[in-house]
């Protein structure tokens, strides 16, 4: 009896806590999915910008792929370096930001370690965002202009 | 064949890791597989892809993988049939309840937790094409499993295995396992059902037409090769062997087209196989080394290059790995540790319980691969659960030795063993009136040395059940049908532990419960069926017949002390038992013993007793000893040799001369073995004015 009772009582209020856990979940919004392959279909440099972080963008067919786990993001050039940026997406705009050392002389007044950013706004309302705008730009150098650029998502 | 190559390479190199890493964890007493899931990730690119990524990029190209994936699931499909073969529902006899609560609740509650702490991390580690429900189920599903392997394995090495703890959390952990298994194809059914074509009806109906197939029909249809595998001269031939994979593989597409996993298709067939002990033995020693050393360090390997260390990148990544850990460890080892202590293990042994449920291991890695599969995690919670999985696992042996010291463990064994020692007595009770003339039987048919009883009480099963085996001192205590037997217990210092339980069977309850607590001696009061005017039939009848213990039936008729007792004698083990018996109470009651030895007219007794001595091995009395006629006090004996045709119609006119108690072998010679239509049949009970002990010997067959 003082099983059946203890059974009753631990497994029947666990079970009644998880159906109230998962009716008050379903009101929680989870980040937009932004993982995959993202195709670079339109690009512009700015003032120097090619001299800057150019190399970001050196190759014919330029894309990014997109590691998400939830809100936090990696992102993986498809350069010759494989260069791999941390970011977080809040609403909908992806942030990233990577310190880089430049290995020849260094551009003017800007040192040998620069701190570039990347900001990517998903301008498609879907739940399953398929374009993308945005512009890399070099946060401790002014004289390194930004780089815009839009993408599609590869589906 | 560039690829082959490739494998080639892979596989050799995923071997010497797993071996030589494996080892090294054995030698610092942690389980071999932490070993072998460490190697895993030391392949992959957490570490030689980060301190070597050349050459990880030539040992594991991507496009290599597939290969390496497709002998990883095949290694899982072995191994999750492997581990239905090794489901043993034994283990949950006479502790099913105990079991089935701490079980339960050592999973609901860490599901919950991993479900509470969905409604934080959703938001945080999830996207939008993943439901709260499918996210939160999952969590919840991963949090709450226990590696069976891994902590039987622990528990053997640590001799833990005859012990109550050991005992409990192996049965614990196969409910779990059961139970953890049947969530995961819920949930899997919820996840799939959001993402695949396949519709959730279908899935539903047809994985209840699937399990009602396999129990009705295909269970009882491959019970058969039990057959066939006894005509092979009990071996598994290659052609059983083959059979049985195409049986585990049809069942795993079965279950995979269904829309729950293969993976569950398999370790159903294999809890379908038939329960012989030595045919799934040998299945299981066939399949296991190519399984263990080949094809499931290629999963560890698979799993530890989905693992990347990196992802899991600034403080607030670690923050939630260490709520993932907490919650996991909290609603494992404390949800085990605080259904284990209500359901009356100590402290100390409860919590020994949590550590080794807490174990995770390879099941987790199982469950985690599942969810990356079908995209309900991402790599970074991926990452973090899986490093989860290795400490839950790695924390396991260190903590359970520092609760269980290797002294207190020795400890333990030796009190089992001189409980062990105890001469043990079970006692079923109807009534409580009958309670303590069985006991006063009981002890003074002990032997000297210490005696242990075990009083029983059933319940039928229209009345509630009110106890249970774990619970052998507290709550059945308060029972009425206890109290006379327990005063009298209390009176002789004897030691007596009350079980009580509703039953459908109590024969074989009875006998499952003297086979469990591996008794000496069944005593049974008079038993009248419903349905019959003999004495010797219903309960009574199937636990003489069927009980692995010597087993005795008493009819109170005169009021104990006994002072004179009459032991009619002929022949065999019974008879024999009976004068064992009587020579106990003897000397324990201070009674005087009428040995009553029936012979044929004009023979004696010497020629008698002297044929009755065992020849050799094969005589079938040979492990019988007739020292309980040469011990005997002579002051407490008394031969009486009588000549007769008829040993019933004498034993009943000599038990009429004024003994208190008859005490006599179960045979046919008194009228006591069944026989359809004889008038015969129970006449001494029946007719005798005296107390009555029938004794059965447990002989047990070779």
């Known amino acids: 009896m003082k099983i059946i009772l203890l059974y009753i009582i631990m497994v029947g209020i666990l079970f009644a806590a998880l159906l109230e856990i998962l009716r008050v979940g379903e009101k929680i919004k989870a980040p937009l999915n932004v993982s995959g392959k993202w195709n670079i279909n339109n690009i512009s440099y700015g003032d120097n910008s090619n001299d800057c972080i150019g190399i970001l963008t050196n190759t014919k067919n330029s894309n990014f792929l997109i590691d998400q786990s939830g809100i936090h993001l990696t992102l993986i050039f498809n350069n010759s370096a494989k260069t791999e940026m941390q970011g977080k997406l809040e609403n909908n705009t992806m942030t990233f930001h990577k310190i880089f050392s430049v290995t020849n002389e260094g551009i003017k007044n800007c040192g040998k370690r620069i701190n570039v950013g990347l900001i990517l706004k998903i301008i498609s309302d879907n739940e399953y965002p398929d374009k993308l705008t945005g512009a890399w730009y070099v946060l401790n150098c002014s004289e390194c202009g930004k780089i815009n650029l839009s993408a599609v998502r590869e589906q | ?702």
Request: charged share 15%; proline share 5%.
């Open chain 2, 1 to 702: 064949m560039e690829f082959l190559l490739t494998l080639i390479i892979q596989i050799a190199v995923i071997i010497i890791a797993s071996r030589t890493i494996g080892l090294a964890f054995r030698k610092i007493h942690q389980p071999q597989v932490v070993g072998e899931m460490v190697a895993g990730i030391i392949l992959g690119p957490s570490v030689l892809g980060l301190i070597a990524p050349h050459l990880f990029t030539f040992i594991f190209p991507p496009s290599s993988l597939k290969y390496l994936s497709t002998l990883s699931q095949l290694g899982l499909l072995l191994f999750m049939f492997i581990v239905g073969l090794e489901l043993d529902p034994k283990l949950l006899k006479g502790r099913g309840h105990a079991a089935v609560l701490i079980s339960h609740v050592s999973i609901i509650l860490p599901f919950i937790l991993g479900t509470v702490l969905s409604l934080y991390l959703y938001p945080l580690l999830s996207n939008n094409s993943i439901t709260f429900t499918a996210f939160a189920l999952f969590m919840g599903a991963s949090m709450s499993i226990t590696a069976f392997p891994v902590l039987a394995r622990i528990l053997s090495e640590k001799n833990l295995i005859k012990t109550k703890l050991g005992a409990v959390t192996i049965a614990c952990a196969a409910v779990d396992d059961v139970t953890a298994w049947s969530i995961l194809a819920i949930v899997v059914t919820v996840v799939r059902a959001s993402s695949d074509k396949i519709p959730v009806w279908l899935t539903i109906t047809g994985s209840i037409v699937f399990i009602l197939i396999m129990i009705l029909i295909v269970r009882p249809v491959i019970s058969k090769l039990e057959i066939y595998y006894h005509n092979k001269g009990n071996k598994v031939t290659n052609d059983i062997l083959g059979l049985v994979l195409l049986l585990m593989l049809a069942s795993a597409w079965t279950t995979e087209w269904l829309g729950i996993h293969a993976l569950f298709g398999a370790f159903f067939m294999g809890a379908m196989m038939p329960r012989n002990k030595y045919f799934l033995n040998s299945i299981i020693e066939k399949l296991n080394d190519v399984t263990i050393v080949l094809l499931l360090p290629i999963f560890f390997a698979l799993t530890g290059l989905n693992t990347s260390i990196g992802l899991i990148a600034g403080p607030d990544m670690w923050f939630y790995f260490a709520l993932i850990l907490s919650a996991a460890v909290i609603g494992k080892l404390g949800g085990s540790t605080i259904s284990a202590r209500l359901t009356s293990l100590s402290w100390r042994e409860a919590s020994g319980l949590g550590i080794l449920m807490n174990t995770r291991g390879l099941m987790e890695l199982i469950i985690l691969s599942i969810g990356l599969q079908f995209g309900v995690i991402s790599h970074a919670l991926f990452t973090m659960m899986v490093l989860m999985a290795l400490v839950t696992t790695f924390m396991t042996t260190p903590f359970f030795e520092w609760v269980y010291p290797a002294k207190l463990i020795r400890k333990e064994l030796e009190e089992a063993d001189k409980e062990k020692q105890k001469f043990r007595i079970l006692i079923p009770i109807s009534f409580p009136s009958s309670g303590s003339g069985l006991a006063k039987i009981a002890f003074a048919v002990s032997p000297n040395h210490d005696l242990k009883i075990y009083a029983l009480h059933l319940l039928r099963g229209n009345e509630i059940s009110i106890s249970n085996l774990g619970d052998e001192n507290t709550t059945a205590n308060s029972s009425e049908v206890f109290l006379p037997i327990m005063n009298f217990a209390k009176e002789n210092s004897i030691n007596v532990s009350p079980l009580s339980f509703a039953t459908r069977n109590a024969a074989l309850d009875i006998n499952q419960i003297a086979s469990i607590k591996e008794v000496n001696l069944i005593i049974m009061g008079w038993h009248k069926p419903v349905l019959s005017e003999s004495i010797l039939s219903g309960t009574v009848s199937e636990v003489l017949r069927e009980a692995k213990a010597d087993v005795c039936v008493y009819l109170e008729r005169k009021f104990q002390p006994y002072k004179n007792i009459l032991v009619p004698f002929k022949e065999g083990a019974n008879d024999l038992g009976a004068l064992t018996l009587a020579q106990q109470m003897a000397i324990k009651l201070n009674a005087t013993v009428t040995l009553l030895h029936i012979i044929k007219p004009k023979s004696n007794i010497d020629d008698i007793i002297s044929n009755k001595i065992p020849t050799g091995p094969n005589d079938p009395d040979y492990d019988l000893s007739l020292t309980g006629i040469e011990e005997f006090p002579e002051e407490h004996l008394k031969l009486q040799t009588v000549e007769s045709d008829s040993p019933l119609d004498t034993a009943i006119k000599i038990a009429n001369n004024n003994f208190d108690l008859v005490i006599v072998g179960f045979s046919e010679t008194w009228g006591l073995e069944p026989a359809l239509f004889s008038k015969r049949h129970e006449r001494l009970a029946r007719e005798c004015p005296a107390s009555l002990l029938i004794f059965r010997k447990y002989v047990p067959k070779k």
